[in-house]
């Protein structure tokens, strides 16, 4: 397997690798399938991966904390590509799972099933292997800092907790100021303190990141902000390759 961290010299500038990273909620998925279809690349969201192990785990009665338990799993796990190049339908022996690896229930224990070192370095070769041949947009918590720290641009999509909790809610048809509105907020605050706290591999920007904040903006807003953002990095780093 071609190591995803060999110099950007190598890598044909026809197919960039985009990290994509950011906290849960922040619009990942749906700015960066937007960016990778203007783009004409593909996308992948790497959260699937863990979703689906643990919808895998609450289906299969293992313990989320689990780490070896859960991890044993992932020979179960495939993410195939749907007409446009997403990766993004997962399916788990044989059954396509990826409405199921969405709900409450999920939200509840992705954290506890991501913090495992186990399953964090069987995914890691999946992942890096899901995005060998580059020409693509990858979405996550450490595609930038763990997974591909070579990749040509790294942006960190950033919303505070009260707008990431209320597009939550509203996508699921809630009130944000119900009290599942606020249920979802301290949900999502106790994933932030989880994903920021964890010994291996913590969500936060890497050094080079761009960020972009996104409170306040529409979709196409923050996708023309991350295209620009990558075009201005793209163009920097061709211009010093030619020098």
Avoid: C
Wanted: hydrophobic residues 45%.
């Amino acid at each position: 397997m071609t190591d995803s961290r060999a110099p950007r010299s190598q890598r044909p500038r026809s197919r960039p690798v985009i990290a994509l990273d950011g906290p849960a909620s922040s619009g990942k998925s749906s700015v960066g399938a937007a960016v990778a279809a203007a783009l004409g690349l593909r996308f992948f969201d790497s959260g699937l991966l863990y979703r689906a192990l643990a919808w895998a785990a609450i289906d299969q009665a293992v313990d989320p904390s689990d780490g070896p338990g859960v991890a044993a799993l992932a020979s179960s796990v495939a993410v195939e590509a749907d007409e446009d190049g997403r990766l993004e339908r997962v399916v788990i022996d044989g059954r396509e799972v990826s409405a199921e690896i969405r709900t409450p229930d999920v939200d509840r224990v992705v954290s506890a099933v991501a913090g495992a070192p186990a399953v964090r370095a069987t995914l890691l070769v999946r992942q890096r292997q899901l995005v060998e041949a580059g020409g693509i947009v990858v979405a996550g918590r450490d595609i930038g800092t763990v997974v591909l720290p070579a990749a040509d641009v790294k942006i960190w999509l950033d919303a505070s907790a009260e707008e990431r909790a209320a597009r939550r809610a509203l996508e699921r048809g809630i009130d944000p100021a119900s009290a599942a509105g606020r249920a979802i907020l301290d949900d999502l605050r106790r994933r932030d303190r989880a994903d920021e706290g964890r010994a291996i591999a913590p969500a936060r920007p890497a050094d080079d990141a761009i960020h972009v904040l996104t409170d306040g903006n529409t979709l196409d807003q923050t996708v023309a902000a991350v295209i620009g953002a990558a075009a201005t990095r793209l163009g920097a780093t061709a211009g010093g390759a030619d020098e």
